[in-house]
């Protein structure tokens, strides 16, 4: 669906640079430097549900020759991708150069940024439509939030009537073209091939295999194992996969028949890409942080780490916010 209208830039926008906690895990290497590659993998959001300020809402960006692509936009989302223009030097991540997004299900933790990302940006500069790609749910979702926001759009209409601001006022650019998807190719431009997969959830959901012209990236969401996101990756060259601990399972009782049903263990998870074979298996949304006050009972990276060491030989790390690989 399509919605237009006239709107304008509400003063300065002042954006803030995410402060990241650097403390590194026990036990792992240095996310590598920013590949030269044409494609790059930006973590920004490794978080889950918990309102933990070192890592924002599941959020990962795929940046190919220099066009962002976003699966998720969790809390966070746009100040996450303003801190990888100015921390990192992404200036593909400035926000008003989102245009194509993807969303692996409709859980807030994985959309709470939507509003953000539909926006800001507009706010700022786009004056294209977001083409949002994700399960049916995504056009009432997006219907919803458009109509939330009429005030916003209207008032800045008026601001523009008025004459009293001369950007943010291209009358596409908070526009959301929302397409609700099934399995198989969703989407394909002349940087990538994006093939959804089903996954299992608590509600219907989608993995993402992004293939590139150098790379192949996959992407759970939040699930189950499954043999879909096996074949999805059949050795390619990134996965990036949800993982819960043992230890912090064993202190959650609560959340255990939940858990089994909708998440993975590390050592499901090692089974798991033990037969997907990837080049480099990233961890996000995982039951940690990096500081114990802010989540007593969450593990910490090095436990996280040493869970999957012990049952996994391959390459494999922990996300973390403004990764880049
Ligand atoms: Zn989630
Ligand atoms: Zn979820």
Avoid at 131 to 158: C, N, Q, W
Avoid at 293 to 309: I, K
Wanted: charged letters at 15%.
């Amino acid at each position: 669906m399509s919605r237009n209208s006239l709107g304008n830039v509400c003063g300065a926008v002042v954006v803030s640079v995410a402060v990241i906690t650097t403390s590194p895990a026990a036990a792992q290497a240095p996310p590598p430097a920013a590949p030269t590659s044409q494609t790059q993998i930006v973590l920004l959001g490794t978080g889950n549900p918990v309102p933990d300020p070192d890592r924002s809402g599941p959020a990962t960006a795929v940046v190919v020759n220099g066009t962002p692509y976003l699966v998720d936009f969790g809390a966070g989302v746009v100040r996450r991708a303003k801190a990888a223009v100015v921390d990192k030097g992404i200036i593909a991540l400035e926000p008003p150069n989102f245009r194509v997004v993807f969303v692996t299900h409709l859980h807030s933790d994985h959309t709470i940024g939507y509003a953000d990302l539909i926006l800001t940006p507009w706010t700022y500069g786009r004056r294209v439509p977001l083409e949002v790609y994700g399960p049916p749910g995504i056009k009432a979702m997006t219907e919803h939030l458009l109509e939330a926001y009429r005030a916003d759009f209207e008032a800045r209409s008026s601001e523009h009537a008025q004459g009293l601001y001369t950007v943010g006022s291209f009358a596409e650019g908070h526009g959301v073209n929302a397409h609700e998807i099934g399995a198989g190719v969703i989407y394909k431009d002349a940087n990538v091939t994006v093939t959804a997969f089903p996954t299992k959830h608590a509600l219907e959901s989608y993995g993402y295999r992004f293939d590139t012209p150098d790379r192949s990236i996959v992407i759970s969401g939040d699930t189950n194992p499954t043999q879909a996101t096996i074949d999805a990756c059949h050795g390619c060259d990134v996965l990036i996969h949800e993982v819960h601990t043992l230890g912090w399972l064993a202190k959650r009782p609560d959340f255990q028949a939940y858990a089994a049903r909708y998440h993975t263990t590390t050592a499901q998870l090692a089974e798991l890409a033990s037969q997907a074979k990837p080049r480099l298996l990233i961890l996000y949304h995982a039951s940690i942080a990096l500081r114990p006050a802010v989540n007593p009972r969450a593990s910490s990276p090095g436990e996280l780490l040493s869970e999957m060491a012990t049952r996994y030989s391959g390459h494999v790390v922990v996300g973390r916010d403004l990764d880049v690989y």
